[in-house]
Protein backbone atom coordinates (compact mmCIF):
# COMPACT_ATOMS: atom_id res chain seq x y z
CA UNK A 1 0.00 0.00 0.00
CA UNK A 2 1.82 3.31 -0.94
CA UNK A 3 0.52 5.98 1.58
CA UNK A 4 3.02 7.66 0.96
CA UNK A 5 1.55 9.91 -1.99
CA UNK A 6 -1.38 10.95 -0.91
CA UNK A 7 0.43 11.99 2.64
CA UNK A 8 2.89 13.84 0.63
CA UNK A 9 0.78 16.00 -1.31
CA UNK A 10 -1.57 16.56 2.07
CA UNK A 11 1.86 17.92 3.65
CA UNK A 12 2.55 19.98 0.53
CA UNK A 13 -0.41 21.73 0.08
CA UNK A 14 -1.05 22.90 3.79
CA UNK A 15 2.42 24.21 3.58
CA UNK A 16 1.53 25.92 0.64
CA UNK A 17 -1.82 27.42 2.35
CA UNK A 18 0.11 28.27 5.42
CA UNK A 19 2.79 30.24 3.42
CA UNK A 20 0.01 32.28 1.37
CA UNK A 21 -1.78 32.95 4.39
CA UNK A 22 1.54 34.57 5.93
CA UNK A 23 2.54 36.27 2.50
CA UNK A 24 -1.15 38.19 2.52
CA UNK A 25 -1.18 38.62 6.34
CA UNK A 26 2.47 40.50 5.82
CA UNK A 27 1.06 42.29 2.81
CA UNK A 28 -2.00 43.67 4.85
CA UNK A 29 0.15 44.82 8.07
CA UNK A 30 2.79 46.64 5.20
CA UNK A 31 -0.15 48.43 3.53
CA UNK A 32 -1.96 49.38 6.71
CA UNK A 33 1.61 51.07 7.88
CA UNK A 34 1.77 53.32 4.73
CA UNK A 35 1.70 57.31 5.64
CA UNK A 36 -0.67 59.52 4.36
CA UNK A 37 2.02 60.88 2.09
CA UNK A 38 2.81 57.33 0.95
CA UNK A 39 -0.81 56.85 -0.22
CA UNK A 40 -1.31 59.76 -1.43
CA UNK A 41 1.90 59.59 -4.00
CA UNK A 42 0.58 55.82 -4.36
CA UNK A 43 -2.89 57.51 -6.24
CA UNK A 44 -1.38 60.12 -8.34
CA UNK A 45 1.04 58.09 -10.07
CA UNK A 46 -1.39 54.92 -10.22
CA UNK A 47 -3.62 57.77 -11.91
CA UNK A 48 -0.57 58.71 -14.32
CA UNK A 49 -0.07 55.13 -15.46
CA UNK A 50 -3.51 54.55 -16.27
CA UNK A 51 -2.93 58.48 -18.04
CA UNK A 52 -0.04 57.10 -19.92
CA UNK A 53 -1.50 53.73 -21.01
CA UNK A 54 -4.52 55.63 -22.18
CA UNK A 55 -2.42 57.95 -24.35
CA UNK A 56 -0.54 54.81 -25.81
CA UNK A 57 -3.99 52.36 -27.29
CA UNK A 58 -2.95 51.17 -30.53
CA UNK A 59 -5.37 52.54 -33.01
Not at 3 to 17: F, K, Q, R, S, Y
Amino acid sequence: MDIAGPALWLIVLTIGVIVLGVAMAYGIRRNRDRTLSEKITTEVETRRGYEKQDKNEPE
